[in-house]
């Protein structure tokens, strides 16, 4: 799969998204797109748990495109936003050509305040200098990273009205 700016290769991690240019900070890197589904209509454990992106306490972004192969980093060169409700994939620091694309899934995580059952976790595997070896909810990351990705603006509405309290 290919876009004229970004590749599905081979990576450390099974299959990731690569850059075939360089991008600025800033730049849009590609636009989340599918079906929104509530989480009653996703079965956990099943391809849509695994690629939505949750994009309100109960809702998912599903697709079945590029972003899908995007994988996480705990020093991600990526964050996800919200622009007038389309949620878009912009660089977070200047990406060179061929670099793997990368997010830190925490930002978008907040799993915990409804789902039944044991706590969503991940094991990571992003071999960064500063892997949290454990991809949890945002709510449990560092204060550091948490006031960071604020600053960047890519944490959603929803998780910071939630962790204000």
């Given at each position: 799969?290919?876009?004229s700016?970004?590749?599905?290769?081979k990576s450390k991690n099974g299959n990731g998204v690569f850059a075939d240019?360089?991008?600025?900070?800033?730049?849009?890197?590609?636009?989340?797109?599918?079906?929104?589904l509530?989480?009653?209509?996703?079965?956990?454990?099943?391809?849509?748990d695994?690629?939505?992106l949750q994009i309100d306490k109960r809702t998912y972004l599903v697709s079945y495109g590029l972003d899908d192969f995007i994988n996480h980093s705990c020093s991600p060169n990526c964050g996800?936003?919200?622009?007038?409700?389309?949620?878009?994939?912009?660089a977070i620091r200047s990406i060179k050509k061929f670099e793997e694309i990368t997010f830190d899934y925490s930002t978008w995580a907040d799993y915990s305040t409804w789902m039944k059952g044991p706590l969503w976790k991940m094991k990571c595997s992003c071999g960064s200098k500063n892997c949290r070896d454990i991809i949890l909810d945002f709510k449990f990351i560092p204060l550091h990273l948490k006031k960071k990705y604020i600053k960047l603006g890519m944490v959603p509405?929803?998780?910071?009205?939630k962790n204000k309290k």
């Open positions: 799969m290919k876009t700016c970004l590749n599905v290769r240019k360089n991008f600025e900070h800033g730049e849009v890197i590609l636009y989340f797109e599918g079906k929104f509530d989480d009653e209509d996703i079965e956990f454990g099943s391809y849509e695994q690629h939505g996800v936003k919200e622009f007038n409700g389309k949620f878009i994939l912009v509405k929803y998780t910071l009205e």
